[in-house]
């Protein structure tokens, strides 16, 4: 079977990437070891790598996935879309709150020692909340060990989503 | 036949981290410069892709195998689909039977004697339990050769009898003897219909485990030599009401009597009884037949008739003799006189050796003449020869004859052997419980714990012992706030040559070793009626 023609720049060999799911609002730099592109897709490493699976886990509402993940996931979405957001401090404590959760899981996976230091985790920081009727988009900058940031805007919808 | 997935909550966890496990670790290997561990591809193609996916696939496998695996089908039958069953049992040849309709005859009793006529499909209700007419019958009191007689009852009563279908299929629509009908649309001048005997014919449609079981007997191939060979074969036959159940008599056993006829009193073989329970309880059925005054007997009548062999297959006695006009018992079954004879006609000999009453007695080949004495004959004593006619009121077992003459076809019988279909001799059996209740049982309750032990009794194969743990398993499951302090059973065996009355041994009821008489455990069967199964019941 032919492998997908994705071109990895040299300085990229050695270290694992993972699909571009979420883009941060750092921009991408082509051939650094934050985030390439390839035409119709794009992996990622490092910092931006770091936050979007701190992103991943931040959305994910607690509970969904189920079976043996069970605990995955934060508190952020089901307390956002349950109401518990009236004032932008209620939006700062939720985010605390979640945060902590998402650290957690974070410490686990990368108490394996196998990662590099700019995909460890270190902290996230609420930059900005702006909220329109229905719609929450909260800026964060997430900070590796290593000492890299990487920032993203978590896009919130407060109405449920029904599947 | 499709496997469906109705919910991911089907899904056992352990599958889904193990088919995770697995694409994660095949990919990796492939692919080692992705990280599986966390992220995008973790979630999505990883989890959801692989373990939630392949979960589904190992679950749709799994269903697979169990749908072809037979011992996975005889530890979860009941939650696996019928096709599933069925596809996996036609790789033995087994088909499921089909429920069917019972069938019998309404006796619809008029208040004159104008002609009657009754449309096909004209409904006849009982309870929530629909039959329709399965012929239009158009009654008179002279009918022709395409009419029903409409018979007087005296007291300006006639009735004439009309065949009925169960609309649904189901055992349900076996009722009794009886049994009282409405009929819709109603024809002129009718004052009530009933059962004229214990309809028959209804079966439910078999059951996964009916089936399965039906397979494990049957895993025998189907033949006329060794005993499981003739059960497998008699298994084939889909007239059967019910699984019937068969004990077979043969060469060597104790009461084979017919393999040494002649001169010497040698067993030769090339014989075999079957005893057969083709239904769980034997029925009543009423005929109407023409009696002949023969005698008088201090000044009383004594009624002769005489049965033929088309009219007694698998019949065990006359238990009563009802008067048609006026229409009420004349006698129970004390008072009539049976004999029984053989009744083999010229090509049957060459097939089948029966001489005695007890060789014959339930199977297909018996003839009966049936004596009583009525003293209901209103103010002129009938003459000797004169006629008239009376119901006969028959217990038997169904289906021998159809299942006799099924064995005896070419394509069926032992080239060289002689299989006589005989019904099992029946042993009533009548049981009182006392017990003391912390609770109070509705009347309507003990019945149906009546009921069930009934059924219990009735689905026993030819066994030597009913053991009184069989009534107390059901009563402790039934009345979980009693305590039963006694259980007396007896029995009564009705013989081909005499009734004999069994009591309880301990706690069992024993089926006594009379091979000449034909009553063995091996040709006697259980047989029991909700209503002979008494529950006392005191308040503690």
């Known amino acids: 079977m032919r492998r997908p023609s994705v071109i990895i720049p040299a300085e990229l060999a050695g270290r694992q990437y993972d699909l571009l799911a979420i883009p941060t609002t750092t921009p991408g730099v082509v051939g650094g070891n934050t985030q390439y592109t390839d035409f119709a897709s794009a992996v990622v490493t490092g910092p931006i790598k770091l936050a979007q699976r701190w992103a991943v886990i931040m959305l994910t509402a607690r509970g969904s996935m189920g079976f043996h993940l069970q605990d995955a996931g934060s508190d952020l979405l089901p307390e956002l879309q349950n109401g518990g957001a009236n004032t932008e401090a209620d939006v700062q404590a939720i985010f605390q709150y979640a945060n902590e959760q998402v650290r957690q899981q974070l410490a686990i996976e990368d108490a394996g020692g196998k990662y590099p230091a700019d995909e460890i985790f270190d902290n996230a920081e609420l930059l900005e909340v702006d909220a329109q009727p229905g719609y929450l988009a909260i800026h964060v900058k997430i900070t590796s060990a290593a000492g890299n940031t990487a920032e993203i805007q978590l896009p919130v919808t407060l109405t449920p989503s029904v599947i | ?540």
Request: hydrophobic share 40%; with cysteine; charged share 15%.
């Open chain 2, 1 to 540: 036949m499709t496997f469906n997935l109705t919910s991911l909550d089907q899904l056992s966890e352990a599958d889904v981290q193990q088919a995770h496990d697995e694409i994660s670790q095949l990919l990796q290997e492939k692919y080692p410069e992705l990280d599986l561990r966390r992220g995008v591809l973790h979630d999505i193609v990883a989890f959801l892709a692989g373990g939630v996916c392949g979960a589904i696939s190992q679950h749709m496998i799994r269903e697979a195998l169990t749908a072809s695996s037979l011992s996975e089908l005889l530890t979860s039958s009941a939650d696996v689909p019928a096709d599933r069953v069925d596809r996996l049992l036609a790789n033995y040849n087994l088909q499921r039977r089909q429920g069917t309709a019972a069938r019998g005859y309404v006796t619809v009793v008029v208040t004159k004697p104008d002609p009657v006529v009754v449309l096909k499909d004209t409904t006849f209700t009982v309870a929530s339990l629909q039959f329709t007419a399965t012929s239009a019958v158009t009654a008179t009191t002279t009918p022709n050769s395409t009419q029903s007689l409409l018979l007087s009852r005296g007291n300006n009563r006639w009735e004439f009898n009309v065949p009925v279908t169960a609309v649904a299929a189901g055992v349900i629509g076996n009722v009794a003897v009886d049994t009282p009908f409405t009929i819709s649309p109603q024809p002129a001048n009718v004052v009530s219909a009933y059962a004229n005997g214990d309809f028959f014919g209804g079966r439910d449609e078999e059951t996964n485990e009916e089936l399965l079981e039906r397979q494990q007997l049957g895993l025998a191939k189907p033949g006329t030599s060794s005993p499981s060979h003739i059960i497998a074969k008699l298994q084939q036959n889909t007239d059967i009401s019910d699984a019937g159940l068969y004990s077979i008599i043969g060469f060597g056993d104790p009461e084979m009597t017919r393999d040494s006829h002649g001169l010497l009193p040698i067993s030769r073989g090339g014989k075999v009884d079957v005893y057969c329970r083709t239904s769980p309880t034997p029925q009543t059925q009423l005929i109407l037949k023409q009696c002949t005054v023969i005698q008088h007997t201090n000044g009383i009548p004594l009624w002769q008739c005489e049965l033929s062999r088309e009219e007694t297959a698998g019949v065990y006695f006359v238990q009563a003799i009802r008067n048609v006009s006026p229409d009420r018992i004349l006698h129970g079954r004390n008072s009539i006189t049976l004999q029984r004879t053989p009744q083999l006609l010229p090509q049957d000999t060459a097939r089948h050796d029966i001489e005695t009453a007890v060789e014959a007695y339930g199977s297909a080949f018996q003839s009966l003449v049936v004596q009583f004495t009525s003293p209901d004959f209103g103010d002129q004593l009938p003459a000797v020869g004169s006629t008239r006619d009376f119901y006969l009121s028959l217990w038997q077992l169904p289906y021998i004859a159809s299942l006799q003459q099924w064995i005896d076809a070419p394509e069926n019988r032992h080239p060289s052997g002689d299989i006589l279909i005989k019904a099992g001799v029946p042993c009533r059996v009548i049981i009182s419980c006392t017990g003391t209740s912390r609770q109070d049982y509705s009347e309507a309750t003990l019945t149906v714990i009546s009921e069930t032990i009934a059924a219990r009794i009735n689905q026993l194969p030819f066994t030597s012992t009913l053991y009184a743990s069989l009534v107390s398993d059901v009563l402790q499951a039934e009345l979980p706030h009693a305590r039963i302090d006694y259980i007396d059973m007896h029995g009564s065996i009705a013989g081909p040559l005499q009734d004999i009355v069994i009591r309880q041994d301990g706690q069992a009821l024993r089926i006594p070793s009379l091979p000449a008489s034909g009553i063995t455990a091996k040709t006697t069967m259980f047989v029991a009626a909700a209503a002979d199964i008494n529950l006392s019941l005191v308040r503690a």
